[in-house]
């Protein structure tokens, strides 16, 4: 008997076929086997260690896999194509997404600071740049400037930003002329200025005229308009928007155009690195010359302690010359001003502002800024939460102030407060509020020719400022009050000659002894051109008794108290109005000087006299009753 085995052995139709698994394979079978496949066996032997086979021309190692070099590493892999999208590379759908910004950072020359990574990647022509989580954040530690060529959005993804030592991020329109100036005047209104060249300037340009003129001696804010271009006809520009001032020749006018772009920031901590007391300027991003600026969920704050009265440094995003801004849902702590729009900036809204313990809560609205709304702030522990200086047409609604120490300010030319509640606990030391009440400097009293202000469903909380007002309109066309509550002080549109047309709508409550408009001697003199009373409006209002008293302009039926006599009622202001008196004590009005009575009447509690001013100057007694 025999110790052989007799195995059969594959043909080479079956080896290349590799499908029965009941035969042997010899050498030369499997080497026929696998030149099938296309690999010889001849490379495989020379192969050595690393190198691959069955690949692309110009990819045959682990390294080629690897590399980011265009056709190799992730560009050997893709998507499969379906029936709702191509085939894809990974190479070029990841070059379509966000690129982090760690692509651009160099930790060997940059150390720290993420500042020079920001500029490579613009540089390189990124328009959308992606902030990884990183524990710790991104310090911005130098300065980074780009003129935009292109639309850009930064996702910060909730990293925080840590802008010190100067460090601060500033992106602008290409700026495409400068030192332009106006061959003829230009009137405020007119959507056109000519120039003295408009080579270079398209549509959709921006227009920046700038001046060094003050239009208001109270500010260091010079004349300025910041417009965008709507249409070029050799040099005549035609513009998007009216301007808000008259230009001549004369101003010594200097004109810059820029080419704008859209900027979107989402999700930031924007961290201003400041020590309190440093009077330094801080900013963290700087933004000029762009049309179509969105910040959505910035969370901005500076370092404890702050000073909140005497801090004006810290600035988290400045906006300067620039059109339609956004800013929605900040959340500031321990900042000067979350925003600040300065340069004739137009057409900002800021939405559901959060702010703690900060010099102002909502935006610094300046320098001629103008068409900004606020919508929804909630303020807590802030020095002066609402303010504006000086700017155009600035509107508030939805605001909820709570434990103010400062006096808001909302100094612009025409405005508007709506649906808002103020608590302030400023006392009668602190300066008048200014509500519209810029004193334009000589030749700029046009300003208030148009500027209408109305405050609607506004309460007042302000409980240590008993005798003087927390809400002052100082100029302006018209003037409206309805619905505005103010329990412990006087409501006032005051000053010579200034106000053309007051109204008070209904549902008006002050609790002071003075209300409506103040008393002739208080503010100055008032001469409210014209005075309108909404039917269903209150019109009591009391007056203490003195030698010489001034009644509110166009109220009815006032009541005075006190027991000290008077000789003179003050009738500026009042010609061609009756006015009931009602005493609450003992008293005398002596007949004489402007009062023209049928006699001396000593009065007692519950008295009346009813007086006529026929001409402006002196009261005529219509009627009197001892009750």
Same mark, same amino acid.
């Given at each position: 008997?025999?110790?052989?085995?007799?195995?059969?052995?594959?043909? &080479?139709?079956?080896?290349?076929?590799? =499908?029965?698994?009941?035969?042997?394979?010899?050498?030369?079978?499997?080497?026929?086997?696998?030149?099938?496949?296309?690999?010889? &066996?001849?490379?495989?032997?020379?192969?050595?260690?690393?190198?691959?086979?069955?690949?692309?021309?110009?990819?045959?190692?682990?390294?080629?896999?690897?590399?980011?070099?265009?056709?190799?590493?992730?560009?050997?892999?893709?998507?499969?194509?379906?029936?709702?999208?191509?085939?894809?590379?990974?190479?070029?759908?990841?070059?379509?997404?966000?690129?982090? !910004?760690?692509?651009?950072?160099?930790?060997?020359?940059?150390?720290?600071?993420?500042?020079?990574?920001?500029?490579?990647?613009?540089?390189?022509?990124?328009?959308?740049?992606?902030?990884?989580?990183?524990?710790?954040?991104?310090?911005?530690?130098?300065?980074?400037?780009?003129?935009?060529?292109?639309?850009?959005? !930064?996702?910060?993804?909730?990293?925080?930003?840590?802008?010190?030592?100067?460090?601060?991020?500033?992106?602008?329109?290409?700026?495409?002329?400068?030192?332009?100036?106006?061959?003829?005047?230009?009137?405020?209104?007119?959507?056109?200025?000519?120039?003295?060249?408009?080579?270079?300037?398209?549509?959709?340009?921006?227009?920046?005229?700038?001046?060094?003129?003050?239009?208001?001696?109270?500010?260091?804010?010079?004349?300025?308009?910041?417009?965008?271009?709507?249409?070029?006809?050799?040099?005549?520009?035609?513009?998007?928007?009216?301007?808000?001032?008259?230009? /001549?020749?004369?101003?010594?006018?200097?004109?810059?155009?820029?080419?704008?772009?859209?900027?979107?920031?989402?999700?930031?901590?924007?961290?201003?690195?400041?020590?309190?007391?440093?009077?330094?300027?801080?900013?963290?991003?700087?933004?000029?010359?762009?049309?179509?600026?969105?910040? /959505?969920?910035?969370?901005?704050?500076?370092?404890?302690?702050?000073?909140?009265?005497?801090?004006?440094?810290?600035?988290?995003?400045?906006?300067?010359?620039?059109?339609?801004?956004?800013?929605?849902?900040?959340?500031?702590?321990?900042?000067?001003?979350?925003?600040?729009?300065?340069?004739?900036?137009?057409?900002?809204?800021?939405?559901?502002?959060?702010?703690?313990?900060?010099?102002?809560?909502?935006?610094?609205?300046?320098?001629?800024?103008?068409?900004?709304?606020?919508?929804?702030?909630?303020? &807590?522990?802030?020095?002066?939460?609402?303010?504006?200086?000086?700017?155009?047409?600035?509107?508030?609604?939805?605001?909820?102030?709570?434990?103010?120490?400062?006096?808001?300010?909302?100094?612009?030319?025409?405005?508007?407060?709506?649906?808002?509640? !103020?608590?302030?606990?400023?006392?009668?030391?602190?300066?008048?509020?200014?509500? &519209?009440?810029?004193?334009?400097?000589?030749?700029?009293?046009?300003?208030?020719?148009?500027?209408?202000?109305?405050?609607?469903?506004?309460?007042?909380?302000?409980?240590?400022?008993?005798?003087?007002?927390?809400?002052?309109?100082?100029?302006?066309?018209?003037?409206?009050?309805?619905?505005?509550?103010?329990?412990?002080?006087?409501?006032?549109?005051?000053?010579?000659?200034?106000?053309?047309?007051?109204?008070?709508?209904?549902?008006?409550?002050?609790?002071?002894?003075?209300?409506?408009?103040?008393?002739?001697?208080?503010?100055?003199?008032?001469?409210?051109?014209?005075?309108?009373?909404?039917?269903?409006?209150?019109?009591?209002?009391? =007056?203490?008794?003195?030698?010489?008293?001034?009644?509110?302009?166009?109220?009815?039926?006032?009541?005075?108290?006190?027991?000290?006599?008077? /000789?003179?009622?003050?009738?500026?202001?009042?010609?061609?109005?009756?006015?009931?008196?009602?005493?609450?004590?003992?008293?005398?009005?002596?007949?004489?000087?402007?009062?023209?009575?049928?006699?001396?009447?000593?009065?007692?509690?519950?008295?009346?006299?009813?007086? =006529?001013?026929?001409?402006?100057?002196?009261? /005529?007694?219509?009627?009197?009753?001892?009750?």
């Amino acid at each position: 008997m025999s110790d052989e085995i007799s195995i059969p052995t594959t043909s &080479q139709s079956e080896a290349e076929a590799g =499908v029965i698994n009941d035969k042997a394979m010899t050498p030369l079978r499997t080497k026929q086997a696998i030149d099938a496949l296309g690999v010889s &066996q001849d490379v495989l032997a020379s192969s050595a260690g690393g190198e691959m086979v069955g690949l692309p021309d110009g990819i045959s190692t682990v390294a080629d896999i690897m590399s980011a070099e265009d056709g190799k590493g992730a560009g050997l892999v893709g998507y499969s194509a379906s029936d709702t999208a191509e085939a894809r590379k990974v190479q070029d759908e990841m070059r379509d997404r966000p690129i982090s !910004i760690m692509s651009y950072y160099k930790p060997s020359v940059d150390g720290s600071d993420f500042a020079p990574a920001f500029g490579r990647a613009i540089d390189a022509g990124e328009r959308a740049i992606f902030l990884p989580v990183r524990a710790g954040g991104y310090d911005i530690a130098s300065g980074v400037g780009r003129a935009l060529d292109g639309d850009l959005h !930064i996702d910060a993804n909730g990293q925080a930003l840590h802008f010190g030592g100067g460090g601060k991020i500033s992106l602008s329109g290409q700026v495409v002329a400068t030192g332009r100036v106006l061959a003829t005047d230009a009137a405020r209104y007119v959507r056109e200025v000519t120039l003295d060249s408009g080579a270079a300037i398209q549509r959709g340009d921006i227009l920046h005229i700038n001046t060094s003129i003050k239009p208001a001696a109270a500010w260091d804010d010079t004349k300025q308009d910041c417009v965008r271009v709507a249409d070029v006809a050799g040099a005549t520009i035609y513009l998007d928007a009216a301007l808000n001032f008259h230009y /001549t020749t004369d101003d010594a006018v200097s004109i810059t155009i820029y080419r704008p772009h859209r900027f979107t920031l989402t999700r930031a901590i924007i961290h201003v690195v400041e020590a309190d007391g440093t009077n330094v300027p801080r900013v963290g991003f700087e933004l000029e010359g762009l049309d179509g600026i969105t910040i /959505t969920r910035p969370r901005i704050h500076g370092d404890l302690p702050f000073d909140r009265t005497n801090n004006i440094y810290r600035r988290g995003i400045y906006i300067y010359r620039c059109w339609n801004w956004l800013v929605e849902a900040p959340d500031a702590e321990a900042m000067s001003y979350t925003l600040g729009v300065y340069g004739g900036s137009r057409y900002g809204t800021e939405r559901d502002v959060t702010a703690r313990y900060c010099h102002h809560a909502n935006a610094d609205v300046g320098n001629f800024a103008s068409d900004y709304w606020l919508d929804g702030l909630s303020s &807590q522990d802030c020095y002066q939460a609402l303010n504006t200086h000086p700017a155009f047409r600035c509107h508030a609604r939805n605001c909820d102030v709570r434990g103010d120490y400062g006096l808001s300010n909302w100094r612009v030319f025409g405005g508007s407060w709506t649906g808002s509640m !103020i608590q302030s606990s400023v006392d009668d030391t602190a300066e008048l509020p200014q509500f &519209q009440n810029i004193v334009p400097a000589s030749g700029y009293e046009y300003l208030n020719a148009d500027a209408d202000f109305s405050a609607v469903d506004v309460t007042f909380d302000v409980p240590n400022r008993p005798s003087k007002t927390p809400f002052g309109v100082r100029f302006g066309r018209t003037v409206y009050w309805s619905r505005v509550i103010s329990a412990n002080g006087a409501l006032c549109s005051y000053n010579a000659g200034e106000v053309d047309t007051l109204v008070i709508g209904p549902g008006n409550e002050f609790g002071a002894t003075r209300a409506g408009v103040p008393p002739v001697g208080e503010f100055g003199s008032v001469r409210a051109t014209t005075v309108r009373f909404d039917a269903s409006a209150g019109r009591q209002h009391s =007056v203490a008794s003195a030698a010489t008293i001034s009644l509110p302009i166009g109220i009815d039926v006032v009541t005075i108290s006190g027991t000290t006599d008077i /000789t003179e009622i003050t009738a500026t202001g009042h010609a061609g109005r009756r006015v009931t008196l009602v005493f609450s004590g003992i008293l005398t009005v002596v007949s004489g000087g402007n009062l023209r009575l049928a006699g001396d009447f000593v009065t007692a509690a519950n008295s009346t006299l009813t007086l =006529v001013c026929g001409d402006g100057a002196n009261w /005529t007694e219509q009627a009197r009753s001892a009750n």
